[in-house]
């Protein structure tokens, strides 16, 4: 089994070490396909090898013993509660499961900002033809301020009321992936509990890429991906 005690990297170039990248291979998009450092390439090989090797055993008694410290590990990172981490196969999963258990009602909206990502629009739009929710767009066009995204988000919010309607939840990046912005989700996260809107955080460009912080922000839902 490998030794996971690493000396720490340097962010930039000097992390190349750790993959294991073509010499003439310059990776630009990891985002989309990416790969995992040597040493989880590593622990993922002993794990498959324990899952070869007794594999009823493995899935019946020991996979929870394996998921259970892995969650407390990046419950800590996140700085939450282990009882608030679960694992999904990636963050597009996650939205869609929370968007499909919530019941919606006549007069409901979902919003979202122009730079939703794509997969996770068209499960908005599925759930418009399944469902009573309606969706409401903000248009974002960079380059544009912080305080301008807040505050057409609040304002659409508060349009939504005026006009009878509720905005019954909200989706937001982390990062968004076109075009490649740091979104000021946490004050977007207090907007919505300002206005009793519940938070969808899409943080798929999140663990690794910016201070997260969860159990100070405290959005409704956050999804994320460890692989990019």
């Known amino acids: 089994m490998a030794d996971l005690k690493q000396t720490r990297t340097h962010f930039g170039h000097a992390m190349r070490s750790h993959f294991q990248f073509d010499p003439s291979y310059i990776p ?3 985002g989309a396909f990416g790969t995992y450092p040597k040493p989880v390439k590593d622990r993922l090989h002993y794990y498959q090898n324990l899952s070869e090797s007794r594999p009823d055993d493995f899935f019946r008694f020991r996979l929870a013993q394996f998921l259970d410290p892995a969650r407390g590990a990046i419950a800590d990172f996140l700085g939450v509660d282990t009882g608030e981490c679960v694992f ?3 963050a597009t999963t996650g939205i869609n499961t929370v968007l499909r258990s919530l019941v919606f009602q006549k007069g409901d909206v979902i919003v979202h900002f122009s730079t939703i990502y794509g997969a996770c629009e068209k499960t908005v739009e599925y759930l418009k033809e399944t469902t009573p929710v309606d969706s409401a767009q903000i248009p974002l066009n960079y380059p544009i301020g912080d305080d301008d995204v807040v505050f057409r988000f609040q304002d659409k919010i508060r ?3 005026t006009e009878g309607r509720r905005a019954r939840v909200a989706i937001f990046d982390t990062v968004s992936s076109l075009p490649g912005v740091r979104v000021p989700w946490e004050r977007l996260v207090e907007a919505c509990r300002d206005e009793g809107t519940l938070s969808l955080v899409d943080g798929a460009h999140g663990i690794g890429h910016i ?3 969860l159990g100070k922000v405290q959005p409704d839902f956050f999804v994320s991906n460890c692989h990019k």
Do not use: I, R, S, W
Request: proline residues 8%; charged residues 10%; glycine residues 0%.
């Open 28 to 30: 630009l998009n990891h």
């Open 211 to 213: 201070q997260l912080h």
């Open 88 to 90: 999904l196969p990636n």
């Open 159 to 161: 349009t939504l009321k």
